[in-house]
């Protein structure tokens, strides 16, 4: 057992729970403790790199790793639409466009 949750999985089980999918071309980094709290990324440059070889446009970030932006070459944090997140419920709301 892991005491890591992928974030992106909670949003899927959440996706499906009120029958509504996720954006298209979205891609939600982070991961969440059991507890609900949300874990600093710290590779942000390469998972954004990742990103882009899969054709995401749009990117879900904890606010928490906001810090961690200055490691992304502009040229590849240009290529994509950036929405913060500061909690795994924040998350669900916005890579669904429910708010």
């Known amino acids: 057992m ?3 949750l992928a974030l992106a999985g909670f949003v899927s089980l959440c996706s499906g ?4 999918p996720v954006q298209e071309q979205t891609a939600i980094l982070g991961s969440m403790t059991i507890g609900g709290s949300v874990n600093i990324i710290e590779e942000l440059s390469d998972l954004l790199q990742v990103c882009l070889d899969a054709g995401a446009k749009r990117v879900l970030i904890p606010i928490a790793s906001a810090g961690k932006i200055a490691t992304v070459p502009p040229d590849l ?4 639409q950036i929405s913060f997140y500061e909690d795994p ?8 466009a429910l708010i």
């Open 77 to 80: 944090f240009s290529k994509f």
């Open 17 to 20: 729970a009120i029958d509504r």
């Open 89 to 96: 419920i924040d998350a669900v709301y916005k890579s669904m």
């Open 2 to 4: 892991s005491e890591d």
